[in-house]
């Protein structure tokens, strides 16, 4: 039944079978994570489309890690200078070409780690930066939907998928086609991966947080700038990655 009822029914099975799945490779990728954090490191994320929520629920929020960017196509224009129409073109994020513009906007440090994401994990700018981040050195997290980019062709040249190129793959549990209720006559309403990618992005940094608390240290995360001392706080640990965040100067 297509409800708020029927979706939230749909959606409990869909994050209790990531809560399963999940820890061994949320695991693993908190492990590269925090190696490069604790190197003086940054997590540089991206995400075209929808995904890019999921880069935003790692960056720059209250009780999330401060070495973070946000890398998205809107960079093109933002530090770029490309035209704000290039933004209009609904296929961009299929362009190959512009993940070179995008890692060279970042100018991100040997030392850092990227997690893109992906629901398909086939479009050209996505493998194609997921390969340049490994030629690049840097260690590389996918989150994308395993069931849905094993029934679709790759649309970059090389042949390959996200999934085919990460050191660390995380499943965000999303169907095929992504929405979880069927209508009549085809098709489905209601996505859900916006819903385990948000979910999948609160584990990682927990798993994050905890492996700088075994180790004895206090790990660099925002305090809402809604509480008393959050802004001296929060300038106060920016401070110390000036020019690397694009929160800095």
């Known amino acids: 039944m297509i409800s708020m009822q029927g979706y939230a029914e749909a959606v409990r099975p869909v994050l209790d079978r990531l809560l399963d799945t999940s820890a061994d490779g949320v695991g693993r990728a908190a492990d590269l994570i925090t190696a490069s954090l604790r190197a003086g490191g940054v997590l540089q994320a ?12 790692l960056v720059a929020r209250a009780g999330g890690l401060v070495p973070t960017n946000q890398l998205s196509l809107r ?65 590389l997290i996918a989150v994308t939907s395993v069931e849905h980019t094993a029934r679709v062709a790759p649309r970059h040249p090389s042949g390959q998928r996200l999934a085919d190129i990460a050191d660390v793959v995380l499943d ?20 859900v991966s916006s819903v385990t990618t948000t979910l999948l992005a609160q ?33 106060a640990l920016e401070s110390r990655y000036a020019g690397r965040i694009r929160r800095t100067a």
């Open 46 to 57: 991206f995400g075209a489309g929808h995904s890019g929520a999921f880069a935003a629920e």
């Open 75 to 139: 960079d093109l224009v933002l530090y770029g200078d490309a035209s704000p129409e290039v933004l209009g073109d609904p296929k961009l994020e299929r362009d190959p070409t512009i993940a070179h513009q995008i890692y060279a906007l970042a100018a991100p440090q040997p030392r850092d780690v990227f997690v893109v994401a992906s629901q398909s994990g086939i479009n050209g700018s996505i493998v194609e930066l997921a390969r340049l981040v490994k030629e690049r050195g840097h260690d």
């Open 172 to 191: 965000n549990g999303a169907p095929y086609g992504d929405a979880l209720l069927p209508l009549d006559g085809g098709g489905a309403v209601c996505a």
């Open 203 to 235: 584990l990682l940094t927990a798993e994050v947080v905890r492996r700088f608390h075994v180790v004895g240290e206090v790990p660099p995360i925002y305090r809402s700038t809604n509480v008393p001392g959050g802004d001296e706080h929060n300038t």
